[in-house]
């Protein structure tokens, strides 16, 4: 077929662009409709957000030691809250400056009292931890405080060498990193490793301490072993031995066969087991049996009887020397007096009576005696005259004296003895028991009852004069729990060991007299002279020994760590020097600050040692802190992986940095991975920046006084929250000051608001709150008062409210408004500086000042103090049912979801209520939030259908009630009432659970007073919750208005005490619940991701949540019938 040609081949091509044309169109029509339905089914897809760009690292451009140059909001680093720029540079400025000398407080007559803390010394052993942090933020919070208030001040810093501790951690890091023992290096270039790793640590723990914002008096600095500590430490003991008050004596003491040293009994824990447990012990590389009785046989001597013993440790047989049974005991008096034959040594041992130690119902009636080996034993040792043997070497292997079985590690033999009496048919059995294994506290090595040489200290008569001062009030000690502790340690005291063979401390200024051609006794105490120097020895031997040739060789042990710490408060100021300045102007100290578990340790001594040396008490007050634990409750160890460096919270880290430093320390690879695999669950994503405001503040409202601080990393991002919280609502006051604002030094009171005479008031009860709260020394409410204040009363409802006075507003009024905004904000920033220095002072800079005013540091400006001209207590209680009010509404539109064009009403039932909401309807209105766009008030005298059909309504009080207009929104009217039964149902079920609990037998019994208290009222607040929500609504119509009608629900409670009148609110859950501004109301609920709001905060407690729904077209309106309730008015609850 031929091409067509001409007009044909022009027709063609026009109709074949027409066809695809046509296709073309259809194509994109079909696309059109088909993003047509996509947009239909689906939301329409937000724009993309471009990520927010990471900022550098904050750079200083501050000089060292200038004031800090303040940079504009503006500023990218500024314009929200950083921590590493706000903290940046002041620490160095205060210090430079003498801020933290007591020269720089208040002196003599000006002064109000001086106030001084001696630091407990952290040990050199490592970094800081928690439990440190906490120290600091507590006695910085306590000095800051006291300096604002006009007090003289001194904080004391200061390291100990601690040495146990540290001696142990430099042994383990010079075996791991050389495989070598401090015996390779021999004693002197072991103590000078010693000291390399002191002087890095201590560094690093001042540098931390700063970082944290101690405001120690670093001029006065101290470490234990400083040339004036040392000869402190020296004084005493010579004066105490002079005074035969510190004596030598071969005695049994606790000794560890890991570190080579002798303990105190407070340095050793028991740690109980119920029987058999297999546990591990440093140097054994398999788990030892522990919990086991065995029984075996002595042969008597002279016959083929036998007397069966039984013990938990047959590896101590070699050192017996005796076996006791009681006297009335039948089955054993015929042997009494004769002897049994040792199967493993030539040796006979003498069977005795004693009613005193032995129980003829335990084991088999017989003991086998160890006398230098167990302190029962060594008592009967001493009783019935049984020979003392020794049988292990400080080690931990057996001697001579255990026969061919010398050289075997002590818990080796107790496998080998067992197989060799079975072998000779002297094994008779082992079975369970329960028992208590004495543990070394810092190597966790089981420990040896041994008898060694040592030096002792008499602590009787000065343990009677330590209880009358804290029992005459002398000296406090709280909380109540560590007081009755100290009374209770006191009364039963023994001597003190304060030897330890150790080469780092301070070596024992005791020197023994080696006669030439005699073999002195190291044991007898004649042969031992003491000084302060080897002069001073040297003169007190020539005067006791005449003409006799000798030399002096000086104790190579070392004192106890405790002996020298305990000597803290009065060697750090000059002691024993009593001329010293420091000594005659701040001894005895203020307070002492610490953790209740060096109680006794360190708490107890300084009081003993400074009562005997000085005639005074170190200090007049003791507060006792918490112990930190993690999130779980378990104690912070690094082999666990959860023990949290502050200096990582303040500055954050990354997780994989976290695992590098647990390489770092000396764990082993086993305990490596079960920390890295803790720190993996706990910190996924790292620990994030948080600042050093916000870890104090945090850790400062975990103190309550009692009980342990289970630390959550979560709260300390709430309140790095809340910092950012006060940048932001500092930056917008300070924004709403006009240039050349000048604060008035007092506020007109007569020209002030009903808004600003509430937050005046507010400030005023927060001001009392925290001065009271930290005289009692109740941290947390402090913070709470703080917190509540700041950021509910200031920010939330203030702040908001201002807005509408800024804007609106007359001149007069807005110039009010200024000035009130400027002093809350100036007393809020004074007020929370001792809790958190840093962004308080870079914001108070910010500050305009008042004439005259040359305060160069918030530090050193005046606390703030209970202020009766700013007490508005009637117009504070008008405008808090205004307060009221919004938060009614809030909860509404926010159960409802109502968030634009909503219209709400206030329903007043009387002329006086009707007058005090109707002067505060702009007020409300504002606070109320942005879904409400029309707010009228209704008082008595309206006419029927002022509040329009189908409103949800939140009853207040008696006399006001709150209704939002659902119009639209309140689709199934059964399906509402039904929901509403379900949470009153809710409410009932747990209103009961609660009471069941209350009503068990010792349920009161089981609470402290302070809790008791706080469930009680707890509780109280719930059932007025439930009275004042109970359903009461009678529907005419439809089948669950039906059942309702039929079924009638009551509110069957009982409560103890009557209720208080509460106001209600509502929160922004969407549920019903309440507020209180009783400051006694719900103290100390635990924390959550959000910090408690605490005394007179203006939240919810737990109660229960159920609304009411106000359908006026429905005739015969009934109140539901309340049965009698204990502590309640009966009576209907009836509009």
């Known amino acids: ?104 407080s208040k002196q003599g007559a000006d002064a109000a009292g001086t106030f001084v803390i001696p630091l407990p010394p952290p040990n050199v052993t490592g970094a800081l931890h928690c439990g440190h942090a906490l120290a600091n933020a507590l006695q910085d919070t306590l000095i800051r405080w006291h300096r604002m208030k006009g007090f003289t001040t001194l904080w004391v810093p200061g390291c100990d060498h601690a040495g146990i501790s540290t001696q142990s951690v430099v042994e383990k890091m010079l075996w791991k990193k050389e495989q070598r023992t401090r015996i390779d290096v021999g004693r002197e270039g072991f103590v000078r490793m010693v000291w390399d790793w002191k002087d890095e640590y201590h560094q690093r723990i001042n540098n931390a301490q700063k970082l944290m914002g101690g405001s120690m008096d670093w001029s006065r600095e101290a470490f234990t ?22 004596y030598r004596s071969s005695r049994l003491v606790n000794w560890c066969t890991a570190l080579n040293t002798a303990l105190s009994t407070l340095e050793v824990e028991n740690k109980e087991i119920t029987g058999r447990t297999m546990l591990s012990v440093p140097g054994y590389e398999r788990k030892v049996e522990f919990g086991v009785l065995t029984h075996f046989k002595y042969q008597i001597e002279d016959s083929d009887e036998t007397i069966e013993v039984a013990t938990t440790r047959p590896e ?123 543990l070394c506290e810092k190597s966790k090595d089981v420990i040896e009852p041994i008898i060694k040489p040592q030096w002792w200290m008499q602590m ?67 042969v031992w002279v003491v000084g302060r120097t080897t002069e001073e020895a040297q003169e007190k031997a020539a005067a006791k020994y005449g003409s006799k040739k000798f030399h002096l060789e000086q104790d190579p042990d070392c004192l106890d760590t405790w002996f020298s710490s305990g000597l803290w408060p009065m060697s750090t100021l000059g002691w024993p020097n009593t001329e010293s300045p420091d000594f005659k102007q701040f001894f005895p100290t203020s307070l002492l600050e610490t953790g209740w578990d060096i109680l006794f340790f360190w708490v107890a001594r300084m009081i003993m040692l400074s009562l005997k040396l000085t005639g005074r008490v170190p200090f007049k007050e003791v507060y006792c802190h918490s112990l930190i634990r993690d999130s779980e409750g378990r104690k912070m160890s690094k082999s666990l992986g959860n023990v949290i460096d502050p200096l990582d919270i303040i500055s954050g880290i990354e997780l994989d940095q976290l695992h590098a430093k647990l390489h770092v320390g000396n764990l082993k690879e086993d305990e490596i991975s079960r920390a890295i695999k803790y720190q993996k669950t706990a910190f996924p994503g790292g620990i994030p920046e948080c600042g050093a405001d916000a870890l104090r503040l945090t850790l400062i409202s975990y103190t309550t006084g009692g009980g342990d601080i289970n630390f959550d990393i ?64 109740e941290f947390s409410k402090s913070t709470q008062f703080a ?64 004439e005259n005013d040359t305060t160069k540091t918030i530090m050193l400006a005046p606390y703030p103090a209970f202020d009766a001209s700013l007490e508005f207590e009637t117009d504070a209680r008008e405008y808090e049912l205004g307060l009221s009010c919004a938060q009614g509404i809030r909860s509404l539109t926010s159960e409802y979801n109502v968030r634009a064009d909503g ?66 929104r309140l689709n199934n009217i059964d399906a509402e009432i039904k929901k509403i039964q379900a949470k009153l149902q809710k409410s009932q079920g747990a209103a009961k659970k609660q009471q069941e609990l209350m009503s068990k037998d010792g349920f009161e019994d089981k609470l402290m007073h302070e809790s ?66 009783d400051t006694s109301f719900i103290d100390n609920p635990p924390p959550s991701s959000r910090p408690p709001l605490q005394p007179g905060a203006l939240h919810p407690p737990e109660g229960p949540e159920v609304g009411v729904v106000w359908l006026p077209e429905y005739k015969g309106v009934e109140a539901v019938d309340y049965p009698e309730v204990e502590g309640f008015d009966e009576g209907p609850a009836s509009w």
């Open 1012 to 1077: 008791l208290s706080r469930f009680s009222e707890s509780f109280a607040s719930f059932l007025y919750g439930l009275n004042m929500n109970a359903f009461c609504v009678d529907f005419p119509e439809g089948p669950v208005a039906e059942s309702f009608r039929r079924d009638r629900q009551h509110v069957d409670l009982q409560a103890t005490d009557p209720v208080p009148e509460r106001p209600g609110r509502g929160d922004d859950d969407g549920e019903t619940t309440f507020m209180t501004t």
């Open 787 to 850: 917190y509540q204040f700041f950021y509910d009363e200031l920010c939330d409802i203030f702040i908001e409210n201002s807005k509408t006075i800024l804007s609106d507003g007359s001149p007069e009024a807005q110039s009010s408004a200024q000035q009130t905004l400027f002093l809350a904000l100036d007393v809020a920033l004074r007020l929370m500086h001792p809790f958190m220095p840093f962004i308080t002072e870079e914001l108070w800079q910010r500050l305009p000042k008042r």
């Open 903 to 968: 219209r709400a009403f206030i329903k007043a039932s009387t002329t006086d209520s009707y007058i005090k909401i109707n002067e505060q309807v702009a007020a409300i209105k504002s606070l109320s939030g942005k879904g409400i766009a029309e707010l009228q008030v209704v008082g008595p005298e309206a006419q029927e259908g002022a509040i329009p059909n189908g409103c949800a309504v939140f009853v207040l009080t008696a006399d006001l009630s709150v209704f939002l207009e659902l119009g639209s």
């Open 225 to 246: 072993m400083d040339k004036n500590l040392s000869a402190a430490t020296a004084e005493t003991f010579c004066r105490l031995h002079d005074e035969g008050l510190i």
């Open 714 to 777: 979560k709260v300390m991002h709430a309140y790095r929250r809340f910092c950012n919280k006060i940048w932001q609502a500092s930056k917008y006051v300070l924004g709403r000051l006009p240039q050349d604002f000048v604060p008035v030094t007092k506020l007109d009171t007569a020209k002030l608001s009903i808004p600003e005479r509430w937050i005046l008031h507010r400030m005023n009860v927060a001001v009392k709150g925290i001065n009271d709260t930290l005289e009692a020394r």
């Open 460 to 526: 009787q008569d000065m343990a009677d004069a330590a209880l009358k001062v804290v029992e005459s009030g002398e000296v406090k000690i709280s909380p109540e729990s560590a007081n009755k502790s100290y009374r209770r340690w006191m009364a039963s005291i023994n001597d003190w060991c304060i030897s330890r063979q150790l080469w780092w401390g301070h070596r024992i200024p005791a020197y023994r007299v080696v006669f030439e051609g005699e073999d002195a006794s190291e044991g007898d105490d004649s």
């Open 1 to 104: 077929m031929a091409a067509p040609s001409g007009p044909a081949k022009n027709e063609l091509k026009e109709k074949l662009k027409a066809e695809k044309a046509a296709e073309k169109a259809a194509k994109f029509a079909a696309k059109q409709n088909k993003q047509k339905q996509e947009n239909t089914a689906k939301p329409k897809s937000q724009p993309k957000v471009e990520p927010t760009p990471t900022l550098p690292p904050f750079q200083n451009d501050t000089a060292a030691g200038q004031k800090k140059v303040l940079h504009s909001f503006e500023h990218p680093h500024f314009s929200a809250y950083n921590p590493s720029a706000v903290e940046a540079a002041w620490y160095q400025w205060w210090e430079e400056s003498g801020f933290f000398k007591p020269e720089a």
């Open 316 to 438: 101590t047989m070699f050192g017996d020397s005796g076996i006791a049974v009681h006297p009335d005991d039948q089955r054993y008096v015929h042997l009494i007096g004769k002897y049994a034959k040792h199967p493993f040594v030539d040796r006979r041992l003498k069977i005795v009576a004693d009613s005193k130690f032995v129980d003829p119902e335990f084991g088999t009636g017989a003991v086998k005696l160890t006398p230098a080996h167990d302190p029962n034993d060594y008592q009967m040792g001493k009783t019935h005259g049984l020979e003392f043997i020794n049988i292990l070497n400080d080690d931990g292997t057996l001697n001579a004296n255990a026969g061919r079985f010398e050289g075997q590690r002590r818990f080796d033999a107790r496998y080998t003895v067992v197989e060799e009496l079975t072998k000779l048919g002297l094994f008779v059995k082992k079975e369970p028991n329960p028992m208590k294994i004495p």
